[in-house]
């Protein structure tokens, strides 16, 4: 048996749409005000202007200021607390040997065990007061260094000059005098005191109102 042929035509192509984009024109000139974001936009997007920028800068500044000035504030505060133990030191120094001379003047101890006893303290009583001098002026308050200058250039001469011992035999003849020696170094300290308890407590205070 013989095939019949069957006849080939050509397949029809289908015919698709072409799609046609338009392009934007670019434009040569500056951009509109329109096209341009918003500085409110800008902000928004956490992006810093720079205005932002320098109020940051100028925060962190200012924090950096505060910073060392809490602790030059603190470095005060350490100094009259330091400052006010020397003089507590000093004050006990003192008074015990006004303790010596009363016991003295009352026959409760004899002329060489009162001596002996001063005498004992008063190399660390000059020792104590220079250290106090040369303290108040490393830590920058020149006031107060001031102010211990003239005990310090009196101890400094009564040792220059051999007189700052008590002698056993002039106990008796100078005793009004060192007495008088002693309560005028007692009433200078206690002012020295007070001076450095008004200073620490105003440091204090000053320092908790800046935590505030």
């Given at each position: 048996m013989h095939s019949i042929p069957v006849p080939r035509y050509p397949v029809p192509r289908a015919r698709y749409p072409?799609?046609?984009t338009s392009v934007p024109r670019t434009r040569t000139g500056?951009?509109?005000t329109?096209?341009?974001?918003?500085i409110e936009g800008v902000n928004k997007?956490?992006?810093?202007?720079?205005?932002?920028?320098?109020?940051?800068?100028?925060?962190?500044?200012?924090?950096?200021?505060?910073?060392r000035r809490r602790r030059r504030k603190?470095?005060?505060?350490y100094a009259w607390l330091v400052s006010f133990f020397f003089l507590i030191a000093l004050l006990v120094l003192v008074v015990y040997q006004l303790m010596c001379l009363a016991d003295l003047e009352f026959d409760y101890i004899n002329p060489y065990d009162s001596s002996s006893r001063i005498n004992k303290v008063i190399l660390p009583e000059f020792i104590t007061e220079g250290v106090l001098?040369?303290?108040y002026l490393i830590t920058g308050h020149w006031f107060m260094s001031l102010l211990c200058v003239p005990y310090?250039?009196?101890?400094?001469?009564?040792?220059?000059?051999k007189q700052h011992l008590v002698d056993v035999t002039e106990i008796f003849n100078l005793l009004n005098w060192e007495k008088k020696q002693r309560l005028f170094k007692l009433a200078y300290l206690i002012f020295l005191l007070f001076l450095?308890?008004?200073?620490?407590?105003?440091?204090?205070?000053?320092d908790s109102e800046n935590d505030i």
């Amino acid at each position: 048996m013989h095939s019949i042929p069957v006849p080939r035509y050509p397949v029809p192509r289908a015919r698709y749409p072409v799609l046609r984009t338009s392009v934007p024109r670019t434009r040569t000139g500056p951009p509109s005000t329109s096209q341009l974001p918003s500085i409110e936009g800008v902000n928004k997007g956490g992006l810093n202007t720079p205005s932002a920028v320098i109020k940051d800068e100028q925060k962190g500044r200012s924090g950096t200021r505060r910073r060392r000035r809490r602790r030059r504030k603190m470095g005060d505060l350490y100094a009259w607390l330091v400052s006010f133990f020397f003089l507590i030191a000093l004050l006990v120094l003192v008074v015990y040997q006004l303790m010596c001379l009363a016991d003295l003047e009352f026959d409760y101890i004899n002329p060489y065990d009162s001596s002996s006893r001063i005498n004992k303290v008063i190399l660390p009583e000059f020792i104590t007061e220079g250290v106090l001098c040369f303290f108040y002026l490393i830590t920058g308050h020149w006031f107060m260094s001031l102010l211990c200058v003239p005990y310090f250039y009196y101890n400094v001469r009564l040792y220059m000059r051999k007189q700052h011992l008590v002698d056993v035999t002039e106990i008796f003849n100078l005793l009004n005098w060192e007495k008088k020696q002693r309560l005028f170094k007692l009433a200078y300290l206690i002012f020295l005191l007070f001076l450095s308890i008004f200073w620490m407590i105003w440091c204090a205070l000053e320092d908790s109102e800046n935590d505030i």
